[in-house]
């Protein structure tokens, strides 16, 4: 399968992507997810919007209460621990274990937060860390946390003319604990059950979150959530239970 | 045994090339003013073709003039024909099939091109479930048969005194999934017209290149000499390769009706949804045993899924036909019945995959011996120790006729069962005996019947039956040896394996020998690589040719030398009057017969240093490597998920050329094993539609999930080849199936579960348990 002829555009800015995903652009990033659509014509984009050469979109920078990673920021660089990691190692472990290596150097948080796909790594542990999508658009900027941003299957409140800027991770305190357990059928694959869970003693917080539904992540506020009427069938229901009773097990 | 000979661990010759990313495929080929083609499928499993809309570049049935459908019928009595069209017309029979073919100057120009082709399709009932198509036919897949049989088989027998006084009476419903052969490298054609030699030159990955040759030559309606059929380096084939395949068909005509070189490369998707299918197999078995674990009688009716076509040159019925001689496996038994269907669907043809039957077979033999085992709370090992043929009956000629050659089939039990640690493992499972990770043991053994040769084949009747297998060989004028044989290499490594040979006989190094294979052109006829048949006729092959050459040699050198040919003896590269420092190499011997043959005497022989001479096993009912697999699992009663702890293989596989070479097709094997035993899965949903279409939904394993494997090798020579070598290519990836599922079910036994359907998927595991809870 080859994609359909397209143009390629290079942008330097921010102001210059927007305004050529206004033409009618789509934007790429590291094409892991893109690239396969193209080739099965699933989609047919007239022009490509790379955003890798955006200083503004690989920009990270940290606060006291926060950490920004720009929405470039790939998969490897945070397992490599090359940008500051605001969950002391929690990020760089999900990182990890995202595919393989080789999609690793590539795929980007902000294009795995983008494309939405329930079984993806990022959408389930950044809802359940509580960050928030910066986003661009040609009437400026906005924010809305990860919880709204993701609407359902492929689905995030983004329109085709807007960009993922970046991603800000609050910080938790140091006796915070995390934990992340995925059932996937073999290494690097899509997982079909996602559990995670973290407490922050100190901020009194407790969050879960059961992820690779059948559209958004599901987050709640507590660790022991009945979740026994999450996913498709029996097995599945019960797959989600499991690997949400791993993740809280982790915590200890 | 020499250093480099024959025995000898030598490092692979081609990886000089493979592992510096130098080999060359079909998809690295350019040719000057080359086209590229894209194929219009069909998206419906069974439908009448009511229009088709095409633009400039765009071909269908109605273009090929004269281009003859494939045939690959048996002579079996029964068997009904089908004929695949290289470009559908009348029906599509399955999803994928070739409608019409684009051609442009690149391919994503092609499948511009195909985009826009509009088909008028009327969808007919999809026949989808091979039960259901033998039993209750929605459709016809093939309309003039009035059912869905290719061919129906029966080895009959009177099992009614077994049935009523057996110890032990086990029946069960076993199924093996549709499956998919994954080759690195898919299928690919490169071709063009010589209009100098009004020759067809075909580049082609291809593991059969003469098959191909002769099944071109059918369809096209030309004679063989005007086809040349290279297959170049080729990246792993499991019978995939050994297949014509319509689009070679297709691009052979369009190649000569432009006038311009022209070139399809397989995509993955194309691989997946259209063409690779096999392994698709229904038992329904009862076995009968005595109290002491002793085989008494099998039977059984076993179904293939065949496809929608008979596939060129192995048919429909290859596997089915198969099921019913192979089936009582290794053991002893009194009474054996087995009927069997190959049923037509509208899927794509069942191909012979790595194991061919065998893999199915093993799977439902050994799941049912380890049924026999739990009833009678024996260990696995014992109930097949208590039944296997014993080396002192060697050979053997089992029910089915089949004759065992040699081997030592308890002691590879033996030897797995102490290899694995049944005792630890036992232990081990009554100390985790209410834990959610169970760990289970099981064992699978097998024998392989291979390099089988004209009298197993010809009663088959397809188009293609194995009969002498020849080798040419021609020292150059420096010395080197060049080597052509008409088998070709997949993966096998025979650049180096035949130089061994040649070691062995001729003396001459291996790094001084060029093995010249997969070019029609050049090589000597020969049905191809397929049936682990390789080593042991092409390899017959080269040492008899070498041995002629050798006596050329020493006849040249005697008179050079003033001995007695008898005298000399070859080794290092160079003839040699033993006992002494007098000799000449063998780039003198050769120098001197082309380049100084004034030397020579008028009475010398003027044969040369060049002969063809061919190769039949004494015996041609073929070798019988064999092999058992042990495996400790871990199951995780929670998710379903199976992990490999352990994995032991003790296999007998004759002499071994090169062990080393052994092992790794041991390994690879084995993945492949995994991979049918816990991932691979070709679902279809009730329209023939393929579920599988890309690697994210096809799974195979991969390095994480291929455990380490413990390889022991024993070596009882085969008393009917050349070195006593057996055939070993194809026996990793018979018994992991069954191997692993006998864990498994080991596992779970006292959960009350018993999975006898492959790949043990977790989502089966779980639904399993659930259903023992209930
Ligand atoms: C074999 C394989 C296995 C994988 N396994 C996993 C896995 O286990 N877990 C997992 O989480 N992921 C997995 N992935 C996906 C991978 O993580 C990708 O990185 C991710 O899906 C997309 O990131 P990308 O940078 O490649 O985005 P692209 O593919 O370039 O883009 C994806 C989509 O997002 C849009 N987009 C990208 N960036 C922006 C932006 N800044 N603003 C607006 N729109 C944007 C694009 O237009 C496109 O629609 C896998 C991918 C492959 C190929």
Redesign the interface.
């Known amino acids: 399968m080859k994609a359909c002829a397209f143009d390629y555009a290079r942008p330097k800015d921010v102001s210059e992507a927007l305004k050529l995903l206004g033409e009618g652009g789509k934007a790429a990033a590291g094409t892991q997810s893109l690239g396969p659509m193209l080739n099965l014509r699933v989609i047919q984009p007239p022009l490509l919007v790379d955003l890798r050469f955006i200083p503004e979109l690989k920009d990270v920078s940290g606060k006291s209460e926060y950490t920004m990673l720009g929405a470039c920021v790939t998969h490897a660089q945070i397992e490599d621990g090359r940008v500051p990691d605001p969950t002391g190692g929690f990020m760089r472990e999900v990182a990890s274990n995202i595919a393989y290596r080789a999609v690793r150097n590539r795929g980007t948080i902000g294009g795995s937060l983008v494309h939405a796909d329930p079984a993806a790594d990022w959408p389930s542990a950044l809802t359940l860390l509580g960050a928030t999508a910066l986003i661009a658009g040609p009437g400026g900027r906005r924010e809305v946390g990860l919880e709204r941003f993701i609407t359902g299957l492929f689905e995030v409140d983004l329109k085709e003319n807007e960009l993922l800027v970046a991603v800000r991770i609050p910080k938790r305190s140091k006796a915070a604990r995390f934990g992340y357990w995925k059932f996937c059928r073999k290494a690097g694959e899509f997982p079909q059950a996602i559990g995670g869970a973290l407490t922050d003693p100190e901020r009194k917080e407790s969050r879960t979150v059961v992820g690779a539904l059948g559209g958004a992540p599901r987050l709640f506020l507590d660790l022991n959530p009945d979740v026994s009427s999450l996913g498709k069938d029996a097995y599945d229901k019960q797959l989600h239970a499991v690997a949400l009773k791993r993740a809280v097990e982790k915590l200890k | 045994m020499t250093q480099k000979g024959v025995g000898a661990r030598l490092p692979r010759k081609e990886d000089k090339r493979f592992l510096r990313g130098q080999g060359e495929f079909v998809a690295n080929i350019r040719l000057a003013g080359m086209l590229d083609v894209a194929f219009v499928r069909s998206p419906m499993a069974h439908a009448r073709i009511k229009g088709i809309k095409k633009l400039p570049g765009v071909f269908s049935a109605e273009d090929l003039k004269g281009v003859q459908p494939i045939r690959a019928n048996s002579s079996l009595k029964g068997f009904k024909s089908s004929e695949q069209p290289v470009l559908a017309s009348g029906k599509v029979r399955q999803v994928g099939e070739l409608v019409a073919m684009c051609v442009a100057a690149?391919?994503?120009e092609a499948?511009?091109l195909a985009?826009q082709v509009e088909l008028d399709l009327e969808e007919l009932p999809a026949v989808v479930d091979m039960i259901e198509a033998r039993t209750k036919p929605p459709a016809f897949v093939h309309d003039e048969w009035g059912d869905n049989i290719f061919l129906e088989s029966l080895v009959d027998d009177d099992l009614s005194a077994l049935e009523k006084n057996s110890f032990v009476k086990i029946r069960r419903t076993i199924r093996t999934a549709r499956q998919h052969m994954s080759p690195m490298e898919g299928r690919g054609v490169v071709c063009e017209w010589n209009k100098r030699l009004g020759q067809l030159v075909m580049h082609t990955a291809a593991q059969m290149p003469h098959i191909n040759r002769a099944g071109l030559a059918e369809c096209l309606g030309i004679d063989q000499g005007a086809i040349r059929v290279i297959a170049p380096d080729v990246g792993g084939g499991f019978g995939y390769k050994g297949i014509l395949l319509p689009e070679e068909v297709c691009l052979a005509w369009l190649c000569r009706h432009l006038g311009r070189p022209t070139r399809w490369i397989e995509?993955r998707?194309e691989q997946l949804s259209a063409n690779a299918n096999c392994r698709e197999h229904h038992y329904d078995i009862s076995m009968y045993a005595d109290a002491k674990g002793r085989l008494l009688g099998i039977d059984c009716e076993a179904t293939v899924d065949s496809g929608a076509y008979s596939s060129y040159p192995f048919s429909a019925c290859l596997e089915a036909a198969q099921v019913s001689s192979i089936l009582p496996g290794p053991y002893k038994m009194e009474r054996y019945r087995c009927r069997t269907w190959s049923v037509a669907t509208n899927k794509a043809p069942i191909l012979p995959y790595r194991g061919v039957a065998r893999t199915g077979v093993c799977f439902a033999l050994e799941l049912m011996v380890d049924a026999v085992a739990r009833e009678l709370k024996m260990e696995p090992h014992e109930v097949r120790l208590a039944n296997l043929v014993q080396p002192g009956e060697m050979p053997y000629n089992n029910i089915t006729k089949k004759h065992f050659d040699s081997g030592d089939y308890p002691e590879a039990v033996r030897r797995a069962a102490k290899l694995i640690g049944v005792e630890e493992i036992r232990s081990l499972q009554r100390q985790n005996k209410d834990s959610t990770r169970r760990i289970g043991l099981g064992f699978a053994i097998f024998c392989e019947q291979a390099a089988h040769g004209t009298s197993v084949y010809h009663g088959w009747g397809i188009p293609m039956v194995p009969g002498h297998e020849q080798c040419a060989a021609r020292l150059t004028p420096d010395g080197v040896l060049e080597l052509r044989i008409g088998a070709h290499s997949h993966g096998q490594g025979m650049e180096t394996t035949m130089a061994q040979v040649a070691n062995t006989v001729l003396g001459v190094d291996p790094d001084n020998v060029r093995l010249i294979h997969g070019d029609t052109g050049v090589t000597p006829y020969s049905t191809g690589t397929w049936g682990s048949r390789s080593m042991v006729m092409s390899g017959g092959a080269v040492a008899t040719a070498c041995d002629v050459i050798a006596g050329r040699v020493k006849a040249i050198a005697a008179k050079l030398l003033e001995v007695s040919a008898q005298d000399l003896i070859l080794e290092n590269n160079s003839v040699k009057i033993p006992g002494t420092d007098r000799g000449l190499s063998l780039s003198e011997v050769a120098h001197v017969w082309y380049r100084k043959p004034q030397l020579l005497p008028a009475d010398i022989d003027p044969a040369g240093l060049e002969a063809t001479a061919g190769y039949k096993a004494k015996v041609d009912t073929g070798t019988f490597s064999y092999a058992c697999h042990a495996t400790k699992v871990a199951v995780d009663t929670?998710?379903?998920?199976v992990e490999i702890l352990d994995y032991v293989v003790v296999e007998d596989g004759g002499v071994l050329v090169n062990p080393m070479i052994v092992d790794g097709q041991v390994y690879g094997g084995t993945a492949q094993g995994v991979g049918t035993a816990l991932?691979e899965e070709m679902p279809f949903d009730a329209q023939g539609q393929p579920l599988a279409t890309?690697l994210?939904d096809y799974?195979l394993?991969?390095a994480?999930?291929v455990p380490s494997i413990r390889v022991d090798h024993m070596e009882t020579p085969s008393p009917y080849t050349r070195f006593g070598q057996k055939g070993i290519g194809e026996g990793g990836a018979i018994a992991p199936p069954a191997a692993i599922a006998n864990a498994v079910n080991d596992a779970l036994a006292p959960l009350g579960v018993e999975i006898t359907e492959s790949p043990l998927?977790?989502?089966r595991i779980?639904?399993a348990l659930?259903k023992a809870r209930k």
């Open positions: 690149t391919r994503a499948e511009d985009d995509d998707r929670e998710t379903g998920a991932y890309t994210a799974l394993p991969s994480t999930e998927t977790p989502r779980v639904e659930m």
